[in-house]
């Protein structure tokens, strides 16, 4: 046993200094070795458990930080997405336009307006609630017509429907509801006056004027019409399916998803994208059926929803924008925070290499030195065989 060997108080003391020497040295070369000079809670309970904490929140942020990264793409996807759109309607402009100066087809205007009062019938027929008095009917600027009511020749239903037979310019008739029904077919106006208690009697209002409604028929289609007009919906449906592919991760803006950012660990802080329906139907651009692309006016129409559609775009695009930029910029603040936290955990817990060379070297110094010490001591116990 190391108690049953008695050493003299010189070696003794020598080998107390190399075995505290020993342990420094230990506890230098792991310092090296780690880079650190906490490596537990015994080192240093406070620095310890503290730069743990730290360590815990970069980790936590650096979680979130992938998050961020992938609403920064998904933002690029969509205005990558927006920005294909917008040249796709602009190519759908382009047809529209050309459409406009295609050869033209071949069409007829017809106009179709009616105006509808009411006949008041008794139970023989006859127009007796319809007070005296006159109803005039004008068509565009032609001669006044008018209707007597009142007296022997306009007391019975026959009598009225053979008058308004009479009129020119305008049909009209007692239809099976008993209404007076006013038809016209020509672009001109119609305007209905007489007496007052007449108008009232018979559903009118004096003074009502009406334009005729434009009814455009294409008697024989432009055949390059025909073939823009099919370009231009295969444009739209190009516009959708663009539209349902901007997708990441999953996620798509201008199909309708919204996302949600997280920015702290807490989740107190976050960041709402309410995502848009870029399809054509979405961006009210309808598709072109039938004759559409033969009438001038359909083709302006549909100019004009492709100019709301690009306007919608544009405003989008810079909403998208603005999101990014707020979302860019709290991942480089999250970025710096957790650099931050890190090298606050690291400055509690790193070692000093240059320090901990500089202390191994002085160690290996001192344990040389005690080591000499040690057999200097032994020398003099042994010196004492010399006296025999």
């Known amino acids: 046993m190391a108690n049953d060997i008695t050493l003299s108080a010189g070696v003794r003391q020598n080998l107390l200094s190399l075995q505290s020497t020993a342990e420094l040295m230990t506890r230098t070369q792991e310092r090296l070795s780690t880079g650190k000079k906490v490596n537990s809670a015994l080192d240093n309970p406070v620095n310890f458990f503290t730069s743990q904490s730290l360590s815990a929140r970069a980790s936590d942020l650096n979680r979130l930080l992938d998050a961020v990264g992938n609403a920064v793409q998904t933002l690029q996807e969509a205005d990558k997405g927006i920005s294909s759109i917008t040249k796709l309607i602009e190519s759908a402009q382009a047809v529209a336009r050309q459409a406009l100066t295609a050869t033209e087809a071949e069409t007829s205007n017809t106009y179709d307006t009616t105006v509808t009062g009411t006949a008041v019938l008794d139970a023989d027929g006859d127009i007796a609630a319809v007070p005296a008095g006159d109803l005039t009917i004008q068509v565009g600027s032609g001669s006044v017509q008018t209707i007597t009511f009142g007296g022997a020749s306009m007391d019975t239903l026959a009598e009225l429907t053979a008058a308004l037979g009479g009129l020119t310019g305008v049909t009209a008739a007692i239809n099976g509801d008993d209404f007076i029904e006013f038809n016209w077919t020509t672009g001109d106006s119609i305007t209905i006056g007489g007496n007052a208690a007449v108008l009232t009697a018979l559903g009118l209002t004096a003074g009502t004027t009406q334009a005729a409604v434009d009814t455009v028929t294409v008697d024989t289609a432009s055949a390059d019409r025909t073939k823009l007009q099919n370009q231009y919906n295969t444009l739209l449906t190009q516009i959708t399916q663009m539209a349902s592919d901007a997708s990441f991760n999953g996620v798509n803006l201008i199909d309708g998803d919204n996302l949600t950012v997280t920015f702290n660990e807490g989740g107190t802080s976050t960041l709402t994208i309410n995502g848009v329906d870029f399809s054509a139907t979405g961006l009210g651009i309808n598709a072109i ?35 990014l930029s707020i979302v860019q910029a709290r991942q480089e603040f999250t970025k710096n925070t957790i650099n931050v936290l890190q090298v606050g955990a690291d400055n509690l817990t790193l070692a000093d290499t240059n320090e901990e060379s500089a202390n191994m070297l002085a160690l290996q110094t001192r344990q040389q030195l005690s080591t000499v010490a040690l057999s200097l001591a032994a020398q003099a116990d042994q010196s004492v065989l010399r006296l025999f």
């Open 289 to 323: 059926s039938g004759d559409g692309f033969q009438v001038d006016a359909n083709i302006d129409a549909a100019i004009a929803e492709l100019d709301d559609a690009l306007s919608t775009l544009r405003t989008q695009a810079a909403t998208f924008g603005s999101n």
